[in-house]
């Protein structure tokens, strides 16, 4: 099974440098399917493999930890790999039957992959500056992706994007340089051990600066500006990718360093206070939107602070929430934008006011939509009730009253914003902008990941089992902690 981790990274690499080599785009096309075919693969035999014998090390080059740079695979980033990957096979497959977006980007299957591979490494790096290379691959692949086919108007929209992106990557970079000059490690397993030996002032300064970092990414509160002018400036397949999977990276990376590195024995007042601001203002931001891209975009920022607050309950319900609600959210926030992709792409616009009746020219689109829109809002038996009941349940055994009330307040306002897309693009009678049918691959590609969060919904149980084990494991450190170290010495 070591090799199959070794294998996460080299598989999206190597079709990377094949993509470029390939001089057909057939041939690209088929290299990038097989590879992230192989890549989802792969990871469900490590969620497999991790779950039933613990984590797998691979120490890079023979460089035993914690000088080495080691690849950790536990339970939450083979959770997290597993549904990544599913997303990124799933909006590949619309990309191509969507035919425009790699006919005129001759190198968007390189691109595509090396953004893979940055996901890839960035759950798997077990030290801090790697982490930090990671986010690096993933930026410089979404500022290709982000700018393909943009005009000038897209391109300052997405200038707010780059520019943020290179501050937090400045942040992280002092980050790395005050832990190291601290603990005199990078390693997050060292980190772990030599951190508690720090002055505890300097720790929370360092927690706190590292929580901003990775909270620009993910886009909490009050960090979430960039996000809503730059996302729903891409293609579709670009927006549903990005909407999917980096915030959640962020997220992931605020979960694994919080637990691990920066402990708490009882819920976080200000984290809380953060999840709830974000999910109030990121609906109430849907709400004010005319645009279906917008829209979802605020609800990106919305579904954030669900995660969020998960984590600030620092138990192991809460994370186990937080754990099950991210993976429904990869999900279906990768669907939702495809289907605003297939809306856009039958009559050319995603405004409200321009569109109408879709339901009754394209039933198939509303389908689509309309499973995605209520897993969205948490309503049973969909995937995101599964979530945010493990949540409030969370909230209620910690004792958190308010923010589950906020929680829930938000999940009507929610309800209320998906309500608006079907009234407006949905239903009514179909404007005459509607002349496109969707391509048969775009559907089955939207349909596929329809279907996962349908099976998310339907296994919640032993999902949030799974889950449970690796909040577990975060909260107790010692797994991973052992795991890391034991193979390094």
Not at 186 to 193: F, K, R
Request: neutral net charge; hydrophobic residues 60%; aromatic residues 10%.
């Amino acid at each position: 099974m070591t090799a199959v981790v070794g294998l996460l990274l080299v598989i999206p690499l190597g079709a990377v440098a094949l993509t470029l080599l390939l001089p057909k785009l057939v041939w690209r096309r088929s290299v990038s399917l097989i590879a992230s075919t192989a890549t989802l693969i792969a990871s469900v035999a490590v969620l497999f493999g991790v779950d039933g014998d613990g984590p797998i090390i691979v120490n890079v080059g023979g460089w035993e930890a914690p000088l080495g740079i080691a690849l950790v695979a536990d339970r939450f980033a083979a959770l997290m790999l597993s549904v990544s990957a599913a997303a990124l096979l799933g909006v590949l497959i619309f990309a191509v039957g969507q035919r425009d977006n790699d006919r005129a980007f001759p190198s968007f299957h390189a691109v595509y992959q090396t953004l893979a591979a940055g996901v890839v490494l960035a759950f798997l790096t077990g030290d801090l500056f790697t982490l930090f290379v990671a986010f690096e691959i993933m930026l410089t692949a979404s500022y290709v992706l982000i700018t393909h086919r943009a005009g000038p108007e897209q391109i300052r929209a997405t200038m707010t994007y780059v520019v943020v992106g290179l501050v937090a990557s400045g942040l992280f970079l002092v980050g790395i340089g005050l832990i190291y000059a601290a603990t005199g490690t990078v390693n997050l397993a060292d980190l772990s051990v030599r951190l508690a030996e720090v002055d505890p002032a300097l720790r929370t300064a360092i927690g706190w600066l590292f929580f901003m970092v990775f909270g620009i990414k993910a886009a909490i509160f009050p960090l979430f500006f960039w996000l809503p002018d730059s996302y729903p400036t891409a293609v579709a397949p670009v927006t549903a990718i990005f909407a999917g999977l980096l915030t959640k990276v962020g997220v992931y990376a605020i979960i694994r360093t919080q637990t691990l590195l920066f402990p708490a024995d009882k819920p976080s007042t200000p984290i809380l206070l953060i999840a709830g601001l974000t999910m109030v203002i990121g609906v109430l931001g849907a709400i004010a939107q005319g645009d279906i891209k917008r829209i979802l975009s605020f609800h990106i920022i919305s579904q954030i602070g669900y995660m969020i607050m998960g984590l600030g309950f620092f138990t192991v319900a809460g994370i186990a929430a937080a754990i099950v609600f991210i993976v429904h959210q990869v999900v279906v926030k990768t669907v939702m934008f495809l289907v605003g992709g297939l809306v856009e792409n039958s009559s050319g616009t995603g405004r409200l006011k321009e569109v109408a009746g879709v339901l009754h020219k394209f039933p198939v689109i509303a389908v689509l939509f309309l499973p995605a829109a209520l897993s969205l809002a948490g309503l049973p038996p969909f995937s995101g009730f599964v979530g945010k009941l493990a949540l409030v349940q969370a909230g209620f055994e910690s004792g958190r009253w308010l923010v589950v009330a906020v929680s829930l307040f938000a999940s009507v306002l929610t309800l209320f914003s998906m309500t608006k897309i079907w009234s407006g693009a949905f239903w009514g009678t179909p404007t005459d902008n509607l002349v496109r049918a969707p391509a048969a691959t775009m559907v089955m590609a939207t349909g596929g990941l329809v279907a996962l969060s349908l099976v998310i919904g339907l296994a919640g149980q032993p999902l949030l089992e799974i889950a449970t084990r690796a909040a577990g494991d975060l909260l107790s450190q010692e797994s991973y902690r052992a795991a890391v170290l034991v193979s390094g010495s």
